[in-house]
């Protein structure tokens, strides 16, 4: 079966643009993660859907990022206005929900200069 | 709330000796516990997982995991060290009701030939 796909796997943005990235989860994967790694640090997680509805979004600093997973299949995240300390890679999981094993993207490395 | 802390954030060894991460947790309940592997501009790919059966887990390309409660530790094993297997390695713990994954700050494997 086919893995999760993100894409772009790279961008480059200066300080104060937005960006948006997109994830595609292995189909039929309920549950839908985003998570920031940043150099040196393990993910943390910033949202979780189940379906299209929000489970989790504690650490996702609202003021700036915002999600949406239309039709509970595909999800975009975004920064607006991206900041220095964004710079980071953005990882993209699935799984079927509860306990299962969640699968992760490639990733997408945003460089905020 | 849950927690995991790897103990050395580099870890160099030589093809065919014994591999040895070190990882620890903490859990106000019985814990489900991962090891996930990152190979360079690669997502995060499960190497194993605990969930409260045996406490020995075997995962894939030869690593295992011994869960101790009396030592609250879930350190990764391999026997013979291949160049394959550098890379970064991630202790996880299930984050309770959500089931988001708490993540390590990382091991980088580096293995010399």
């Known amino acids: 079966e086919a893995g999760v796909a993100q894409s772009p796997r790279y961008k480059i943005i200066e300080k104060r643009q937005s960006v948006a990235f997109w994830c595609n989860p292995i189909?039929?994967?309920?549950?839908l993660y985003w998570y920031q790694q940043i150099l040196g640090q393990g993910p943390k997680l910033l949202i979780q859907?189940?379906?299209?509805?929000?489970?989790?979004d504690s650490q996702l600093p609202k003021d700036r990022f915002s999600a949406e997973r239309l039709k509970g299949v595909d999800s975009t995240l975004k920064i607006q206005p991206a900041k220095l300390e964004d710079s980071a890679v953005y990882l993209c999981?699935?799984?079927?929900?509860?306990?299962?094993?969640?699968?992760f993207g490639p990733g997408t490395r945003l460089t905020v200069l | 709330a849950q927690s995991v802390t790897q103990l050395g954030s580099h870890v160099s060894v030589s093809e065919g000796a014994l591999v040895l991460l070190r990882c620890n947790y903490s859990?106000?309940?019985?814990?489900?516990l991962f090891w996930y592997v990152q190979y360079p501009n690669q997502g995060l790919q499960l190497l194993l997982k605990?969930?409260?059966?045996?406490?020995l887990v075997k995962g894939i390309n030869g690593f295992e995991a011994e869960f101790k409660k009396s030592e609250t530790s879930f350190h990764l094993t391999k026997p013979s060290a291949h160049m394959s297997d550098a890379a970064e390695y991630f202790c996880?713990?299930?984050?309770?009701?959500?089931?988001?994954?708490?993540f390590g700050t990382g091991t980088l494997l580096a293995v010399q030939p």
């Open positions: 999981a699935s799984s079927r929900g509860g306990t299962d094993t969640q699968y």
């Open positions: 996880a713990v299930d984050g309770g009701a959500t089931n988001k994954l708490i």
């Open positions: 859907f189940q379906n299209n509805g929000v489970v989790d």
């Open positions: 859990s106000s309940v019985p814990p489900y």
């Open positions: 189909s039929g994967h309920a549950t």
């Open positions: 605990y969930t409260s059966a045996a406490t």
